[in-house]
């Protein structure tokens, strides 16, 4: 596995300019701009509009979200790989400022469109001609019983950016300047929190400490800030009338409260399993109990690299093993300078795919170094751009997912990467190493994210019901939530308590961090269907990827076998998760590390 033929990604950069299709941003702004009059031609009439009419209205909007998706991106993916160039950033700022000068002068749209009546909106949908919006369409009214007039939607959404949008921005300028006072010098929280990852219990006790001595100042008023959003978000959902302090959400994902209390309870009731791990973890490195902070410790004795070629034919080799068709897209993203690899000076951190516009292709950015992690990433962010690809018929109302079915092909890709690096892997060292580390990820996605969606319920339940928080009341929901993921297997230090009060999606987003869950078990689920349904399954696989985001979540899954109203659905991903810590278990004793 280890290659001596080192072949660099030093070469492997995106060709950008095809975007602008022989436009430049200003001109596609411009044409947006241009479009967007068009649309206003039918304020105040959209109930009005027969089926030619509204397809007419939706075809420019279409067009518009196609130039504007264009400028967008080529500005977005240009500050990718510079982000130093002030011009770059500049750009930037000046197609988001158009874009929502456009968007404002559009609200009237959804609003109207709204305001349809049930009936005569149905009767409308059913027209072919409305075929590329008609989920799009549709989805946009289940809003309806929680929009407020035209006059209270603007005041809320201009007064917004004094309120919500900058209470959020100060955390984030706060939590920025969080410094983490190390003993050889003053780091910055992520540098501070890369520490845990230590293979040395000490480095990774001090860094513990140093970064809760760094959390200390300025706590209070960062729980103020979070006190405040937490009212921010219950008067807003008692205006708009939402049942839970999760619903809204649960709404923008297009799935129901009881679905996502199923995934939850599934997840609690497994509970056994991180804590398995842990106490796995701790026999590896000769302690009787991890602490909170030795988590994260490695237990890799050994670090392969793998050469950029190499780990393109591998993870061609395994999407090709399961659907040549699946290969032949994810090819192209080699051949035709679909991808940013290198680590360069400036370049955006991490790893993601773009979908750019339907009429275009996907984009993938990497920051490559050779390593394992490295090379499932790779097959992870090409599991989004195939995605991307095959939906792009679908249009550009409906060729992405809701975001709980986002994380599907990706993590599908990665998973038959995974299965074939770990098929080729006969070492018992190596294999622990990449057990261990498909499992650690497993647990920040799914278990780590559910305890912190239940602090998020006790804190969102305990603004409502019993008021402001205190610091002390902060840190006794997350405690209590975590302990509860932990069990016995993982001592928490009072320290820890305080360790809340940097997590950014607590505070810019409510309620997100169950989708990660939600996505990786769903994605493990269609992977669970596709081991065990053979070659049947594959047509029915490429069948979900192209349908994008044109049916409702529970439809789509329903292409692939899965029912996601059944309580019992997520225990199949978990299962997935129980093999493979069996798996760790017997390759650390083939390794003599139990
Ligand atoms: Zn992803």
């Known amino acids: 596995m280890t290659s001596t033929t080192a072949t660099s990604a030093d070469h492997v950069a995106w060709d950008l300019e095809p975007l602008l299709d022989g436009n430049d941003v200003d001109g596609l702004l411009a044409a947006a701009d241009t479009l967007a009059g068009a649309v ?10 027969d089926a030619g009419e509204l397809a007419r209205v939706m075809s420019d909007l279409a067009a ?48 109207e469109w709204a305001a349809v009546p049930e009936d005569r909106a149905e009767e409308l949908l059913a027209d072919p001609r409305l075929a590329s ?56 929280l992520e540098e501070g929190l890369a520490r845990l990852a230590d293979p040395d219990a000490d480095v990774r006790r001090r860094a513990a400490e140093a970064v809760t001595a760094g959390l200390a100042p300025g706590l209070r008023t960062r729980a103020f800030i979070f006190n405040t959003l937490l009212l921010d ?102 051949a035709d300078a679909w991808i940013d690899a290198p680590v360069r000076p400036a370049k955006r951190p991490g790893a993601f795919c773009a979908y750019t516009v339907p009429s275009h292709h996907p984009y993938v950015l990497l920051n490559w170094t050779g390593t394992r992690r490295d090379v499932l990433t790779l097959a992870h962010e090409l599991g989004h751009g195939v995605h991307a690809h095959l939906a792009r018929p679908q249009g550009v109302f409906h060729q992405s997912t809701p975001l709980t079915l986002a994380e599907t092909a990706s993590v599908f890709g990665e998973t038959l990467t995974f299965a074939r690096l770990l098929d080729r892997t006969t070492d018992p060292a190596d294999r622990l190493a990449l057990l261990a580390e498909q499992i650690e990820g497993a647990i920040a996605t799914v278990f780590r994210q ?135 278990e017997a390759a650390a004793r083939d390794a003599g590390r139990l």
Request: with cysteine; net charge negative; glycine share 6%.
């Open 233 to 334: 978000k219950a008067v807003d959902d008692r205006l708009r009338g939402y049942p839970t302090w999760l619903s809204a959400r649960n709404l923008q994902n297009e799935t129901t409260d009881a679905s996502v209390d199923a995934l939850v309870a599934a997840v609690v009731r497994r509970y056994d399993l991180p804590q398995r791990w842990y106490r796995l973890k701790a026999t590896m490195l000769g302690v009787d109990r991890l602490a909170d902070h030795d988590r994260m410790a490695s237990v890799a004795t050994t670090a392969p690299t793998f050469a950029w070629d190499d780990a393109r034919d591998l993870v061609l080799a395994a999407y090709r093993d399961f659907a040549p068709e699946l290969a032949d897209v994810a090819g192209r993203f080699f």
């Open 64 to 111: 518009l979200h196609e130039q504007l998706g264009r400028a967008g991106n080529y500005a977005h993916l240009h500050l990718a790989t510079d982000t130093a160039d002030p011009a770059h950033g500049a750009l930037v700022a000046r197609v988001q400022e158009r874009s929502t000068a456009i968007g404002t002068r559009l609200i009237f749209f959804d609003l």
């Open 450 to 584: 559910t305890a912190m969606n239940r602090f998020e319920d006790a804190v969102h339940t305990h603004r409502r019901e019993i008021g402001e928080l205190s610091v002390d009341d902060f840190g006794d929901h997350w405690e209590r939530t975590q302990a509860a993921m932990l069990g016995d297997a993982v001592q928490i230090t009072p320290g820890y308590r305080t360790w809340w009060s940097y997590i950014p999606h607590f505070v810019n987003t409510p309620g997100y961090v169950y989708a990660y869950a939600y996505g990786q078990l769903l994605a493990l689920a269609v992977y669970r269907r596709a081991t065990e349904g053979g070659p049947s399954f594959v047509p029915r696989y490429l069948e979900l990827l192209a349908a994008g985001g044109s049916l409702p979540p529970t439809q789509l899954a329903s292409i692939v076998d899965c029912d996601l109203d059944d309580p019992g659905f997520w225990d199949g991903g978990l299962r997935i998760v129980e093999e493979l810590l069996d798996a760790a």
């Open 40 to 49: 206003e031609a039918v304020r105040g009439r959209v109930a009005d509009l």
């Open 133 to 188: 919006c008609a989920h799009h369409l549709r989805a946009q009214r289940r809003y309806r019983p929680h929009q407020l007039a035209e006059a209270e939607e603007r005041l809320d959404a201009e007064k917004t950016q004094t309120g919500a949008t900058a209470w959020s921005r100060l955390f984030g300028e706060l939590t920025s300047a969080i410094e983490v006072p190390l003993p050889e010098g003053t780091v910055r």
